[in-house]
């Protein structure tokens, strides 16, 4: 069995997905345009200058198969607010990573996040996944927090693994999510948006 990623619309009651397309890029262009220190500590950046070169990376991959980027939409005014990625995708080795995950300041702390989440591990886990990667800066305890939230295994730090854009050595904090442990973690999850 192989793992069949589509690049599809997902969606929920607080978010749609959109996968990226030339009709999106303007939009995306201008939601991206913001937070300069966020970017800073991501391996590719976005914000000004960078949006030419990240936008034909991510196409690049979406043809190639290797990635499937999302424009993220809040659905309750309708604005493109960040984005995320499927990447990473290995279909023989039934593995992808869920991350490329920026999200505008006024779009953090909310549903929007656990939506997103919620959205791709199902897409993934349904389209024949068996672990599904979650990785961040380890200088970044915020993102780190909130993917152990998720109920994620924590595997430990890789030293050296990613170099960013700015030239910094990236040590990368690495978590997963089996097909075993998504039962609890959907419900988790689940929780979470029935509070909001």
Request: hydrophobic share 40%; charged share 25%; net charge neutral.
């Amino acid at each position: 069995m192989r793992m069949e990623l589509q690049a599809i619309p997902l969606e929920d009651r607080f978010v749609r997905l959109e996968p990226l397309s030339e009709a999106l890029r303007s939009e995306m262009q201008a939601a991206l345009d913001c937070d300069q220190p966020a970017w800073d500590i991501m391996v590719a950046a976005a914000y000004g200058p960078y949006f030419d070169g990240w936008w034909a990376s991510a196409m690049s991959a979406m043809e190639q198969g290797t990635r499937i980027p999302w424009a993220v939409r809040r659905k309750s005014d309708n604005a493109l607010v960040g984005t995320t990625s499927l990447y990473e995708i290995k279909p023989d080795y039934r593995r992808c990573e869920i991350g490329s995950t920026f999200y505008r300041p006024e779009a953090r702390g909310g549903p929007v996040n656990p939506a997103c989440k919620r959205l791709l591990l199902g897409h993934a886990f349904d389209a024949g996944a068996v672990r599904i990667e979650i990785i961040t800066d380890a200088t970044n305890p915020g993102s780190q927090a909130a993917i152990r939230k998720l109920g994620a295994r924590d595997e430990g730090v890789l030293l050296k693994h990613k170099i960013t854009f700015t030239g910094r050595i990236r040590d990368t904090a690495q978590f997963a999510i089996l097909d075993d442990d998504w039962p609890e973690v959907r419900a988790r999850l689940d929780a979470r948006l029935a509070a909001f």
